[in-house]
């Protein structure tokens, strides 16, 4: 019972942090009607920066406050994911408005393979290591109550709540800010929402940053605990199921798809891996997810796509 | 030379449903055809066939597949790399598994394997849409690679991964030099491309074009959703299939006539397609990755983070095991190596399809992309030299 | 064929259908006879294009039967009704896009197709051959409607007038015993409102299909069709010929938008 329990938590954090990477897709897709291929590339982008300059400006500035090295670093890292939200929305976005969504996925590739070049010419391709002070070893709670204890990984309880709180955050963004307002409205009809006197483009670029902040988050919790490598653009692969399951329209849906994709991952892992040879974490999600579609193919909390003739 | 089809005119059906109705396009396709069975053969150099022109040629047949689903039946999809897979382990299996099989028939059991599995993961299309859809198939992606890396038998055991295929023969004709390979696969494409061709504008090409335009209206109009789609599946995954068995038998037996098991198909075909970039760390490692790999290995046991294999020229090249990416792969038998997503598959598919959008405008287009990408290559490893 | 109208060829009994809380159809019934021309009107919304949908299968009703040729269907698919020889246009126009004039009619000779894929991958033999008598019956149905001049061009590029028409022209290509007009001269001129008007006409009377047919326009309904039935939110409120249609004392109501 006590293991059954701590896989289950451990599903949960690993879903939270799902789930933020989930909202980074549903955020485009609902603001700009992109599904965000580069959604990776950007992660990994800002997470080169973070590592990099959090090394640099030591050397440059002289500081050997490691914390203040790390807030320069996030805010410079967070101020590039600007720069290259405005760039895209500039070169990608505008010149595409109203072209068919596979347009755009393909023109999200590009941008992928862009990011993830500049990246490593800018950054380098050696593996980097973040520092931002998580805590490293794990604790054991509850011994009192399941004999043994319940293992608790700090890093991720700590990743989980970061991730958590800026889900959140986001959430009461859309909901109640005038700007969240105006996304949604984009997101029903760009052409509508134009006409009523909202800047499609400022729109856009906001959007854009919203979602390359969440990939610094996400960038820098997973970047900390694997190091900063190309490997880490495939992280967003993981939250590609999270979006198909949880409906790619829906922040609800994003949250709990992550929550389950987490928890039904590391179940399965734990309990089917050994039968099969184990590593079955990475399709098992898809084929949840996948199996979830059969039922309801616009996904958990999704808009219904009903056809009219 | 002007491009329409004004004052020319046709006096039966027949010519007019022949198969380049405008002349033009009969004198283009005939000019490229003469061009790439006779003018490349004398142009071309050794090199030129082996690290250019062969892997243009399989490629194009895989993205000819992919333009099948995504272009004429609307199915976006992004699991294309896995039916290469699935074709080259298969074609593998049966020729080495039953004795005296022609190379023909297991490239083409490769292909029909692979239209089976397309089949079986093109059900969810029946209920699934759009981006849904496309990210439904990525399933396949992953799970087929976990199938091979995972299940020995599809390589045969072999305890070093790679296994060799000898003497290549169809039909008394002994496909050894580079220029064999080239033809074979140019006769190989040339015909595959007719029969794409002749699909498209028969009935069929019409069902997955309804389908792809407007799925109520042709269900109204007596089109079963079920069989056009499934149909489409299964065509295109046989082609790309057919493309991965080529890749497995006819491209990475160069020079040293093996056959690499495990996962490196999937690593090769998306290895292969990494956009070029600037940085000379990348481009050996797509020169590892495409010529020196089955002559690659770990430095040692304990050190995993460099490898060390011959380039193209024969030159020896160590390359750190992090620009390769998908160490796991290239490590197949030390243990069993922690399972990493693997990275590079996204990037396999992708160009494929953005080649196969593209070539819903015009197919020559497809053909000059991926040109311009291998030309890219060619030039920078010249340079290296 | 000279214009008998015969039987009961297709019979609605009892149909209900509603989407949610929205009831589109409630307890409907009526009946086609062979060859007639059979006018479907009522206001915005009536669930007119519904009842359509439902005939042919694309919406399934959740109460109620559709009797073919003396046959029961409780659940009709498109596919059925396609292959029981039921074609339609639609009301926002349906064309395949990316196609030209031509292959989209070519779509409607589908159910005739006999080859299989392989042969049509080789465009050997029966495939060849098939492709070439289907393209001639497309033909004729071309010089029927009057549009040889466009054949080639993709139906995206067609006027709206132009596209009715296409969609009329793919419907007829499956030869239809029964076709389905949903509003086919909505946003037309009056010119090409006589046009379709002839069109309809004629189809009517040299290849004797039965037609139902949804138009808004009260003149031309009145004068092409034999018998009428009005809906409105739903229910049937009138049924019989023109004439006395527009005399019953509910159907004026539901037109001048008196409350009930
Ligand atoms: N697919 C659907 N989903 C939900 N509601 C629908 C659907 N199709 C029709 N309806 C509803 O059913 C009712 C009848 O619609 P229907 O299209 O049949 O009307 P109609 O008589 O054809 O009107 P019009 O003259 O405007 O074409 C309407 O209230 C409509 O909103
Ligand atoms: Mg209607």
Redo the contacts with the bound molecule.
């Keep these: 019972m006590g293991f059954f329990i701590e896989t289950l938590i451990g599903g949960l954090m690993a879903g939270m942090l799902y789930s933020l990477v989930a909202l980074g897709f549903v955020l485009i897709y609902k603001a700009s009607g992109v599904f965000n291929f580069a959604q990776g590339a950007m992660l990994l982008f800002a997470a080169l920066a973070m590592a990099r300059f959090s090394a640099w400006i030591p050397e440059w500035l002289g500081i050997d406050s490691l914390w203040l090295a790390n807030v320069i670093a996030f805010f410079i890292a967070g101020a590039l994911m600007y720069l290259v939200a405005w760039l895209i929305e500039r070169l990608v976005l505008r010149p595409l408005v109203n072209q068919e969504g596979a347009t755009l996925l393909m023109a999200t590739l590009g941008i992928a393979y862009v990011l993830e070049g500049l990246g490593t010419s800018i950054f380098g391709t050696a593996i980097y290591k973040i520092d931002v002070g998580m805590p490293k070893e794990p604790v054991l709670i509850l011994e009192g109550i399941f004999e043994g204890g319940l293992l608790i990984n700090k890093e991720d309880f700590v990743a989980a709540l970061i991730a958590a709180v800026l889900v959140a955050l986001l959430t009461l963004f859309f909901q109640k800010t005038v700007t969240g307002r105006a996304l949604r409205a984009v997101a029903d009809d760009h052409q509508a929402a134009q006409s009523i006197g909202i800047p499609l483009n400022h729109i856009w670029v906001i959007v854009w940053f919203v979602a390359g902040v969440v990939a610094l988050v996400a960038g820098v919790i997973w970047g900390s605990k694997l190091g900063v490598q190309f490997s880490l653009a495939t992280v967003a692969l993981r939250g590609l199921p999270v979006v198909i399951l949880g409906g790619l329209t829906s922040i609800p849906g994003a949250i709990i798809g992550g929550l389950i994709i987490g928890v039904g991952e590391k179940l399965s892992e734990v309990y089917l891996g050994p039968m099969v040879g184990g590593g079955i974490e990475i399709w098992f999600a898809y084929q949840l997810a996948l199996v979830f579609l059969l039922f309801r193919p616009q996904g958990l909390f999704g808009e219904k796509i009903?056809?009219?003739v | 030379m002007l491009y329409r089809e004004n004052g020319q005119f046709k006096t039966s059906y027949a010519a007019d449903q022949q198969i380049f109705p405008i002349a033009q396009d009969r004198w283009a396709i005939l000019g490229i055809l003469v061009f790439a069975f006779v003018g490349i053969p004398l142009l071309g150099d050794e090199y030129l066939f082996r690290a250019i022109l062969i892997p243009f040629l399989i490629l194009s047949l895989a993205a000819l597949g992919v333009n099948i689903l995504v272009g004429f039946c609307g199915q976006i999809t992004l699991g294309a790399g896995a039916f290469m897979a699935v074709g080259a382990y298969a074609a593998y299996n049966f020729h080495i598994r039953i004795e005296g099989l022609p190379l023909l028939v297991s490239i083409l059991l490769g292909g029909l394997t692979s239209a089976l599995v397309g089949i079986v993961f093109g059900i969810p299309s029946l209920r699934v849409r759009g981006l849904y859809l496309a990210v439904a198939t990525l399933a396949a992606q992953f799970f087929t690679d976990w199938v091979f890396l995972r299940i020995p038998w599809f390589t045969n055991n072999a305890s070093s991964g790679s296994v060799s295929v000898s003497n290549l023969q169809i039909m008394g004709w002994e496909i050894a030099t580079p220029f064999d390979k080239y033809m074979f696969c140019l006769v190989w494409l040339t015909i595959s491309a007719l029969l794409a061709k002749n699909m498209t504008r028969s009935a069929i090409g019409r069902q997955w074009m309804a389908i792809r335009d407007m799925d109520v209206a042709a269900e109204v109009i007596g089109i079963r959703p079920l069989f056009a789609k499934l149909s489409a599946f299964a065509v295109s995954s046989f082609f790309v299939g057919t493309a991965g068995a080529l890749w497995g038998f006819i491209h990475l037996s160069v020079g040293a006539g093996r056959f690499l098991g495990r996962s490196f198909v999937p690593v090769a075909v998306h290895g292969h397609y990494r956009r070029p970039r600037l940085d000379h760390g990348q481009l050996l490692r797509r020169s590892l990755h495409r010529h020196a790999a089955d002559r690659v290995e770990p430095v040692s046991a304990g050190d995993r983070r460099t490898v060390r294999g011959h380039d193209f020229d024969g030159r020896r090249v160590a390359c750190r095991v992090d620009h390769l990416r998908l160490t796991d792969h290239f490590f197949p038998d030390q243990g069993a190596p922690r399972y990493r997503p693997p990275v590079v598959h996204r990037q396999g598919k992708t160009p494929a399809l953005a080649i196969s959008a593209l070539s819903r405008a015009g197919e020559p287009v497809s053909l000059l992309l991926e040109l311009l990408s291998q030309t890219h290559h060619y030039y920078f490893n010249k340079r290296r030299h | 064929m000279s214009r008998e109208i015969g039987e009961v060829i297709l019979d609605l009994k009892n149909v209900s259908l509603a989407?949610?809380g929205?009831k589109?159809l409630t307890d409907i019934s009526f009946d086609v006879r062979e060859h007639e021309i059979r006018a479907i009107i009522?206001?915005?919304?009536?669930?007119?294009?519904?009842?359509l949908?439902v005939i042919n299968g694309v919406?399934r009703p959740q109460q109620g039967e559709i009797i073919l040729r003396g046959k029961h269907f409780s659940k009709m698919n498109p596919y059925k009704a396609a292959r029981a020889g039921i074609s339609r246009t639609f009301?926002n126009i349906a064309l395949f896009k990316g196609m030209n004039v031509i292959d989209n009619m070519m779509t409607g000779r589908n159910l005739k197709i006999r080859s299989n894929l392989i042969q049509q991958a080789l465009w050997w033999g029966p495939a060849r051959r098939e492709e070439l008598e289907h393209r001639a019956k497309v033909e004729e149905i071309i010089d029927f409607l009057e549009i040889q001049h466009i054949r080639k061009t993709p139906v995206g590029r067609l006027p709206y007038g132009l596209q009715k028409r296409v969609d009329l022209g793919r419907a007829l290509a499956m030869e239809p015993s029964i076709l389905l007009l949903?509003?086919p001269m909505a946003g037309m001129n009056v010119e090409e409102k006589q046009d379709m008007c002839r069109f309809v006409l004629d189809i009517n009377d040299q290849f004797g299909t039965t037609i139902v047919l949804?138009e808004?326009d009260m003149a031309v309904v009145m004068d092409i069709s034999d018998r009428v039935v009005v809906?409105d939110y739903?229910r049937k409120i009138g049924d019989g010929l023109p004439d006395e249609v527009r005399a019953n004392p509910e159907v004026i109501s539901a037109y001048l938008g008196a409350s009930h």
Excluded: C, T
């Excluded at chain 3, 009522?42 to 009842?51: E, I, L, V, Y």
């Design positions: 009903i056809d009219r | 989407f949610g929205v589109a009522g206001p915005n919304g009536a669930g007119k294009s519904s009842m949908n919406y009301q949903d509003e949804i808004h809906l739903g």
